[in-house]
């Protein structure tokens, strides 16, 4: 089969989509010069336009809004209906909700317009013209038809015979190379990441459960690129290279747990610095002090956590949709909850700032924090997002080349990136020197140490 006749569906829905746009553009342009034409023929007078025209707005509204209940039943039916698939209830959902947001944004200025049930105030004229403004300046209604986009898109790959797709030689040959790049990039960051551990062990700027915390948070992290690394070196090692004794060990601490979750307790230690910067900040440090308590204790939080609830995972029978909400949903959950406890900390830590109320130290570390959390967005919702898009349009090959690939990005920010961050965070502030006099006129310096981290 030549190339023409395998892709002709595509190749035809292509050459459509460029005739019409050209169409489109052609038209548009004669609609502008037709501007600069001289006028012939008759006209009509400016009063009778005007009053036309705002009866055809008026009928424009009124047609408008009789959508609105409608665009509501249809985003309830769409997301409801099981026969459906599920990117194409989601789609659906998402342009009628789309709509329906859209609909309610222009209603009470409408209202407001003909004062069909009451007069409005100025103020809450402008606050209903400022709910307008911003549907119009995210243009929902765009949203919508780029929703409609995706529906046509998925319903034609869903009776076409092909998905664009790679050889899977190429993907079998890039995923050993993009393998060993993680092993390379995860070693660098075991010895970026004993750098961490030594600057905040000996930070005491810092409170003793902090520096345990992220201590630990770097300990996770090189023991799985410990782990990681020299599972994927034997991988491609011959048997007789790679000590059977090391690698049968590795092999049955995965089987008791997935090393994997290393990065979660990683991430979770960095959610119990969080709450208590956090806690420091907000309700004027009140709730603080119990952040200080049984320091030594804290590190085991997140291991208790993170393993209880893969205990709890295993209660229940398999279900592959149970598990898949499980993994996407419960486990990311504390991630999230980490992003808004740090955005809503550095908004009080920027207040504080400008009354001279924070030190060097939390300032760093709060820039750490920040970029954690947003490391952590980028690895959730973009890298899911291109891998619903991949697997929407492509077919296996690529979409397990992609796949691959994001690891290794996820490895790349969370090991290296933040291991090299955490490094240059962490360190301990050099005390400031201030120059002073005795009453003789002898000068001599004293060294002023800034104030120690809440």
Known sequence: MTFGAKYYDLILVLLITLGLSSLLAVIQIFKLKSFTWPKTGFDISFKLSSQLTEIFDQNAEYAFFLGFPFAGLAAFYAATNNRLTIPVRLLSTAEN??????????????????????TCSKDLTYIFDRVSFYVDY??????????????????YWSISEIKPDI??????????IIERTEAVVLVLSVFISFFAIWNVLWNDRLTLPLRLLAANENVDKMIFAIIYTYYCV?????NDQCPQAVFDLITTI???????????????????????????????????????????????????????????????????????????????????FMCALD????????????????????????????????LTLINTLFMYSIMSIVNFFFDISLAFLVMRSLDFIRFF?????????????????????????TNDGTAFTVSRRTTRNR
């Open 413 to 437: 920010f969370f090991n290296f990136i933040m291991s090299l961050i955490s490094v240059f965070c962490f360190r301990k502030p050099r005390d400031q020197k201030v120059q002073q006099r």
């Open 254 to 336: 995965n089987s008791y747990f997935d090393y994997h979750i290393l990065n979660d307790i990683a991430q979770y230690n960095q959610l119990m610095i969080s709450i208590s910067r956090f806690l420091a900040v907000s309700f004027d440090g009140a709730y603080f002090p119990y952040t200080l308590r049984f320091p030594f204790i804290q590190p085991l939080l997140p291991y208790i956590l993170r393993i209880g609830l893969s205990f709890l995972k295993n209660l229940f029978p398999f279900d592959f949709t149970y598990y898949y909400i499980f993994d996407l949903y419960i486990l990311q959950f504390p991630y999230f």
């Open 343 to 374: 955005f809503v900390t550095n908004r009080k830590m920027k207040s504080l700032k400008k009354r001279g109320k924070t030190s060097r130290a939390e300032r760093l570390l709060m820039i750490q924090m920040m970029a954690n959390s947003f």
């Open 138 to 155: 995210y243009d929902l209604f765009s949203i919508s038809q780029y929703c409609q986009l995706c529906i046509s898109i998925s319903q």
């Open 97 to 118: 909700a789309n709509k329906f947001v859209q609909t309610l944004g222009y209603f009470p200025t409408f209202i407001c317009e003909l004062s069909l049930v009451f």
């Open 234 to 238: 034997c991988k491609y090692l011959a």
């Open 167 to 176: 050889d899977p030689s190429i993907s079998g040959q890039l995923t050993p």
